[in-house]
Structure formats: C-alpha cells, structure tokens
C-alpha cells in the first residue's frame, strides 16, 4: 500500500459482491413484476376485446338492416332480406361461414370492410330461432372468452347458442360459457 498514490489508498466504490446482491434483488423484482401483471392474460383480455366489440357490431349491423328492410339480411328476398344464408335453421352458426351475408351487410354500408377480414369471425356465433318469422330482438352473438376475468364475469353465463348456460364458471360452477349480445 505504500507503493500507491494517496488518491488511491482511499477511493470509493462497490465490491464485485454488493453489485451481484443489487442485481439479484432487481431480478427476483422484476420476475415479481411480470408475474403480478401476466402478459398472457393481458392478451387474452384485449383478444376477448376485440371479440366482443366485433359481436356487438355485427348485431347492431343486423339491426340497422332490419331497420332499414324490416327483415335481417338471412331472412328471404321476399320478407324483405337479401336471403343471404339458404337454410331456415340458423342455430349457432359461426359468423366466418356468413361469407354473402356479410357482403350483404358490407354493400348496404353497415359493416366496414375490415370487418369481413377479421380473423376472430370463426369464434363468433350468431342464433336466431327462427329466421323467416323472427324480429331483431331474438338474434343472439355469442363468442366464449378467453381470459380468465371474462370467464368469471358475471354477464358470462350462456351456451353457445344464447340459451342459459350450465355450471358456469361465472356462477361458481365449473364450465366454460360464453358472452352474448342479445
């Protein structure tokens, strides 16, 4: 010690050990951190979003077609629809299998263009009971929520085809159900 500088004999700084501790109490924070927040279940709540926002906008697409036809575009070209959807039976049929219904509705300017390109239209169902004779009021869109706060949520407790569900997890049960906009 003789040999160094005055300067140096009495520097201050950390030691290689203090550095590690530091950096270990900022990793076990920082996985804190990640664990409280949960970017999965982030994700899944901005796609149940998105899912959501997508229903009711196709619902309310539906309606203002009703309103301006008095009947929803699947119904016949004779009730005033464009017959869009060849079949009387539209139970719990997937919204990407509405393909004509949906240029229906993109022509008559009530959807937007994105939304017939919207990758979630598979996990979005729409119901009517019965579709040449029914109003607007009895068209149901469902979809079943990803994450786990939709799932508990308590408007979340119907079937996929807008009936009530069973034992759903929103009510204490166990099942997955679905949300509707009716």
Same mark, same amino acid.
């Given at each position: 010690?003789?040999? @160094?500088? /005055?300067?140096?004999?009495?520097?201050? $700084?950390?030691? %290689?050990?203090? &550095? !590690?501790?530091?950096?270990? =109490?900022?990793?076990?924070?920082?996985?804190?951190?990640?664990?409280?927040?949960?970017?999965?279940?982030?994700?899944?709540?901005?796609?149940?979003?998105?899912?959501?926002?997508?229903?009711?906008?196709?619902?309310?697409?539906?309606?203002?077609?009703?309103?301006?036809?008095?009947?929803?575009?699947?119904?016949?070209?004779?009730?005033?629809?464009?017959?869009?959807?060849?079949?009387?039976? @539209?139970? /719990?049929?997937?919204?990407?299998?509405? $393909?004509?219904? %949906?240029?229906? &509705? !993109?022509?008559?300017?009530? =959807?937007?263009?994105?939304?017939?390109?919207?990758?979630?239209?598979?996990?979005?169902?729409?119901?009517?009971?019965?579709?040449?004779?029914?109003?607007?009021?009895?068209?149901?869109?469902?979809?079943?929520?990803?994450?786990?706060?939709?799932?508990?949520?308590?408007?979340?407790?119907?079937?996929?085809?807008?009936?009530?569900?069973?034992?759903?997890?929103?009510?204490?049960?166990?099942?997955?159900?679905?949300?509707?906009?009716?």
């Amino acid at each position: 010690m003789k040999n @160094l500088p /005055a300067n140096f004999r009495h520097a201050a $700084g950390f030691t %290689l050990i203090e &550095l !590690l501790v530091v950096i270990g =109490i900022l990793g076990i924070l920082a996985s804190a951190l990640v664990a409280t927040i949960n970017p999965f279940e982030q994700l899944n709540k901005a796609q149940d979003s998105n899912l959501k926002n997508a229903s009711v906008e196709f619902l309310n697409a539906n309606i203002r077609y009703f309103t301006t036809h008095n009947a929803m575009p699947w119904d016949s070209v004779a009730d005033g629809g464009a017959g869009c959807y060849g079949t009387s039976d @539209l139970s /719990a049929i997937a919204l990407s299998t509405l $393909g004509n219904c %949906l240029t229906t &509705l !993109l022509n008559e300017g009530e =959807i937007k263009q994105g939304f017939t390109t919207f990758n979630g239209l598979d996990k979005i169902f729409i119901t009517e009971p019965s579709p040449q004779t029914s109003s607007q009021n009895d068209t149901t869109v469902c979809f079943m929520p990803v994450s786990k706060s939709q799932q508990t949520d308590p408007t979340t407790v119907y079937a996929q085809d807008g009936s009530t569900g069973a034992n759903c997890k929103s009510t204490g049960g166990n099942n997955n159900c679905y949300w509707c906009a009716q």
